[in-house]
Nanobody, 120 residues
Framework: QVQLVESGGGLVQPGGSLRLSCAAS????????VSWYRQAPGKERELVAT????????NYADSVKGRFTISRDNAKNTVYLQVNNVKPEDTAVYSC?????????????WGQGTQVTVSS
């Protein structure tokens, strides 16, 4: 059974830090590009960060560059998002996505999301 399970969200004060985790099972995790997305109430889903299958390349949204770090441990089938110096506008549901192209067709798996709330 394919699963992506996020964890690590919660309430954090401005300037604080969190580490989000995305644990995968049921598929060959290392073959997939993994991204973190977030969606705040009333806003469109936003791509936050992406990491390639072996972790050799990462990309970030301008809004999080220098504050967020994506990494992965393929031995543990897990991707992490280190979130530092959080701001109120980082409040959102954070979800991970695993993506690859197989025989020209996209394959996408999604987790259920974890809530991050930034408030004093």
């Amino acid at each position: 059974q394919v699963q992506l399970v996020e964890s690590g969200g919660g309430l954090v004060q401005p300037g604080g830090s969190l580490r989000l985790s995305c644990a995968a099972s049921g598929f060959t995790f290392s073959r997939y590009v993994v991204s973190w997305y977030r969606q705040a109430p009333g806003k469109e889903r936003e791509l936050v960060a992406t990491i390639t299958g072996a972790g050799e390349s990462t990309n970030y949204a301008d809004s999080v560059k220098g504050r967020f770090t994506i990494s992965r441990d393929n031995a543990k089938n897990t991707v992490y998002l280190q979130v530092n110096n959080v701001k109120p506008e980082d409040t959102a549901v954070y979800s991970c996505n695993a993506h690859r192209i197989n025989w020209g067709l996209p394959i996408d798996y999604w987790g259920q999301g974890t809530q991050v709330t930034v408030s004093s």
